[in-house]
């Protein structure tokens, strides 16, 4: 099996040599500037700061809200269940969406969990109208680039489905062969990347993929294993491979040199780890083999 992604100590060097350069010596800066100016400041200059930090104390008593952006189309870490009630009130529910209420919790704030297609993820975060992505997002040095990730959260791979009676039994078999994917996914990406443009038919959801499987219109589809089985198990006639085509690792995104809420996230992750949450939360979805 191919091991694509980036270690969890590699991202974590990342986040500190980042954190070095750019984000604390600008704090200083902006620290020092005030401090300098403070000694200036008249009366009412002081009176208007005092008013304005009450202000900021209040919003952050009264809390405000956190947007995950998320494409909830990828059971069990985020779908739609009308039979539920996800953590900001839609039915929008899964391990991710869970991880994000226990963050929202911890931080005061109201969850808003918005829905788009995954291949938006990212420039929603770079556009500022999204906080955080939890969206079963596999760490890659491409990505890294764009966004800043936090701790790990989750190991997964690359599955491969195929038809019950499809002679495909690995990696290897699938040269030639018409490959679906969910667009933009890494999925997408490392099977464009060995088998060629001309043989990748990408859809907007995984479930698409499946179906043009069902339908005969594609041999193959890579996806992550999870959501694989859940497709699996809705369809007849499908199968996963045991032998799966790449290994990654899970993280939530925050807009590049966003420290502040990438060290809360990074906090609530481990708390959650520490206490068992996780593992009860993740155990709530998947059934252990
Ligand atoms: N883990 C895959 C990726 O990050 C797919 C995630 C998804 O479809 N939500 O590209």
Do not use: W
């Not at 995950?68 to 779908?79: C, I, K, L, W």
């Not at 291949?119 to 079963?136: C, N, T, Y």
């Not at 799966?244 to 995104?253: H, N, P, R, T």
């Amino acid at each position: 099996m191919k091991k694509r992604f980036l270690t969890a100590a590699a991202a974590a060097l990342c986040a500190v040599s980042l954190a070095a350069c750019g984000g604390s010596s600008t704090a200083t800066t902006a620290a020092e500037t005030q401090t300098s100016e403070a000694a200036d400041t008249t009366a009412a200059e002081a009176d208007a700061a005092e008013e304005e930090t009450a202000a900021e104390a209040e919003e952050t008593e009264e809390g405000g809200t956190l947007i995950m952006a998320t494409n909830a189309e990828f059971p069990p870490y985020e779908y739609h269940d009308s039979s539920q009630t996800g953590p900001d009130g839609s039915d929008i529910v899964g391990i991710d969406a869970e991880i994000a209420g226990a963050i929202a919790e911890k931080l005061g704030k109201d969850l808003v969990i918005e829905d788009i297609a995954f291949d938006s993820l990212i420039p929603e975060l770079q556009s500022g109208k999204a906080d955080f992505v939890a969206a079963g997002m596999t760490v890659t040095e491409d990505r890294l680039v764009n966004v800043d990730f936090s701790d790990t959260y989750a190991t997964a791979v690359q599955s491969i489905i195929v038809t019950s009676d499809s002679e495909i039994a690995g990696p290897d078999d699938l040269a030639g062969k018409k490959i679906g994917v969910q667009q933009g996914t890494t999925g997408d990406l490392y099977a464009t990347d060995d088998f060629g443009d001309e043989n990748i038919d990408r859809y907007p959801k995984g479930v698409d993929a499946v179906q043009a499987l069902v339908q005969g219109k594609v041999d193959a589809v890579i996806i992550d294993n999870e959501p694989a089985k859940v497709f699996v198990g809705d369809n007849e006639g499908l199968k996963l491979l045991d032998t799966a085509y790449a290994e990654e690792e899970y993280a939530i995104a925050v807009k590049k040199g966003n420290t502040e809420l990438l060290e809360q996230i990074n906090t609530v992750i481990q708390e959650l780890k520490d206490s068992g949450e996780m593992d009860s939360i993740i155990g709530k979805y998947i059934t252990a083999e």
